[in-house]
């Protein structure tokens, strides 16, 4: 094939009048709309000069063109770098530099404060707007609706994505078209999606799970998506009775059992809800089952990765886990220290290998040696274990590891003590400096809404289940934690937070 990723994801829905896109204004785009629309985009991206292999970095509001954009660059042999939506000028400029972008594509009201810098860097800018207009739209208007793809190889380049940025500054991942391609291959089978499927679409799209999971996904099976700008509790309900499934991240579901008009009828069509990026308390996992009938499949993955693991669709969807590694991926659980394969049962490091493993990260050649073995396999960051079964668990990220006094602890494990303590809505155990142990441990509670936390009492209770080396020596309450825009709890900033309690 000419260009693997373009003809699976889009060259074969050429022609076709099949819906693609529902919008919420109750307009639809079919796939062959959408594709001329990205062939006028090409069009446009080429005329600018672009040659295959250049970046162009993309930061503008879900639209339908924002997509456009991504099957443009694919169509034209060009490196997609989505942007999260919420970074500011200086955090943009880093990512132009050190991607060295080639052109920018941002909202105009960005336009006066980063024409400056990305002219300065020599990137070209144009701008989209979250109503679809701009110079760019303006230009493609005039541009023919066909556009010959650039020939591409399954190892060329599709994307740099950068990572949410949870433990440190984010990282450019470099992503093949293999590893795209594979993956959704893998998961269209796996979650068994036909062109039969609506997915409620709610996520950025400038994340893997918004872009690679649930776009890709869609795409491969030939199916449509209800797109929806963000994710508003309203527009979900109103929608949902028309969708077949929905992947979200786990704030999507504890926000939909907040509310009453959630009902069991509401999901009763619904075939699958799929929840990942950030763990599932095994609370909500069970509440939506008593509400709905019906259990959430999770699964695990990362930008470096994509999808590594999935519950079942067919078997055992169990709660807290992350299910089984998918076809064709290799997962297994390391002495962090040596990287010997521990023994089933053991808690370890997460590594994976598979044709999803990305390249490397962009220009970090020392990152990249230190986190991608020579024989393939990714060392994650997570830690994790595998039961009897086979189901794999995240215990946590290896960076929020607290070690007291020579002792490993797993926040994960005192964190699922707290959140069933009365009023406590949820938690985040971290490790603090301390003068004796080097660590200690701190829990940080939330309290439901209106309940005062005795937090004396809660100490009190939480000595029985856990062995006393575990014992948090403070717990300190909080009206929220700190989540980015993935919903993923900044531990960074907790940890800074209360680093000088006991130095
Ligand atoms: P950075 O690498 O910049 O610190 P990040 O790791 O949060 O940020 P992503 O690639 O968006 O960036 O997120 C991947 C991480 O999300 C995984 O490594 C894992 O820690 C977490 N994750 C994803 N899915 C799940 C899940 N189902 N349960 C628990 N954690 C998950
Ligand atoms: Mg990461």
Excluded at 404 to 419: F, H, Q, R
Aim: hydrophobic letters at 40%.
């Amino acid at each position: 094939m000419a260009n693997p990723l373009y003809d699976t994801l889009f060259g074969a829905h050429a022609g076709s009048e099949a819906p693609f896109l529902y919008l919420p204004d109750g307009n639809k785009i079919t796939y062959a709309g959408f594709l001329e629309s990205s062939a006028q985009i090409a069009h446009v991206l080429t005329g600018l000069g672009l040659w295959a292999g250049d970046r162009v970095a993309l930061q503008v509001q879900k639209s339908p063109q924002a997509l456009a954009v991504f099957a443009a660059c694919v169509q034209a042999g060009l490196v997609l770098l989505p942007l999260n939506t919420a970074y500011t000028t200086e955090e943009l400029t880093y990512f132009i530099e050190n991607s060295g972008a080639a052109l920018v594509i941002i909202d105009s009201g960005k336009l006066e404060a980063l024409a400056p810098v990305a002219e300065g860097l020599g990137a070209r800018v144009e701008t989209l707007n979250a109503d679809g207009s701009g110079s760019l739209t303006d230009k493609a208007a005039q541009a023919p609706r066909q556009f010959d793809t650039v020939p591409r190889g399954e190892d060329d380049l599709a994307a740099f994505l950068y990572t949410s940025g949870t433990t440190g500054r984010s990282k450019g991942a470099m992503l093949t078209q293999a590893n795209l391609l594979s993956n959704a291959r893998t998961l269209v089978q796996e979650w068994r999606f036909t062109a039969d499927d609506v997915l409620l679409h709610a996520l950025p799209i400038f994340h893997t799970h918004g872009l690679f999971v649930a776009t890709n996904v869609t795409l491969v099976a030939g199916g449509s998506m209800i797109f929806l700008p963000g994710f508003d509790l309203d527009q979900i309900l109103a929608q949902m009775p028309k969708a077949t499934a929905m992947m979200g991240v786990p704030t999507f579901y504890t926000r939909l059992l907040d509310d009453p008009r959630f009902t069991r009828g509401a999901a009763v069509h619904m075939r699958l809800f799929i929840s990942g990026s950030a763990p599932l308390l095994a609370e909500t996992h069970v509440q939506f089952e008593a509400l709905t009938g019906q259990r959430i499949l999770e699964r695990y993955g990362m930008t470096e990765t994509n999808m590594n693991t999935s519950n079942p669709y067919d078997g055992e969807r169990r709660a807290g886990t992350v299910g089984f590694p998918l076809p064709g991926v290799e997962l297994k659980i390391t002495n962090p220290e040596t990287g010997a394969t521990l023994p089933q049962g053991e808690v370890g490091a997460i590594e994976v290998r598979g044709p999803n493993v990305f390249k490397g990260y962009w220009q970090m050649p020392e990152k990249t040696a230190a986190e991608l073995r020579e024989d393939g396999f990714f060392i994650t960051g997570d830690l994790g274990v595998i039961d009897a079964d086979g189901y794999v668990s995240i215990v946590g990220r290896s960076k929020d590891l607290i070690i007291s006094g020579g002792y490993n602890i797993y926040p994960k494990e005192i964190e699922l003590v707290l959140d069933e303590q009365d009023g406590v809505l949820e938690s985040a155990v971290i490790g603090v400096p301390h003068r004796d142990f080097g660590e200690t441990v701190v829990g940080v509670l939330v309290p439901r809404n209106g309940a005062t936390l005795d937090t004396d009492a809660i100490m009190e209770k939480i000595r029985q289940p856990l062995a006393r080396f575990k014992h948090p020596r403070r717990l300190v309450v909080v009206d929220s934690l700190p989540r980015n825009t993935m919903g993923k709890v900044q531990k960074n900033l907790l940890r800074d937070e209360f680093k000088d309690l006991f130095v």
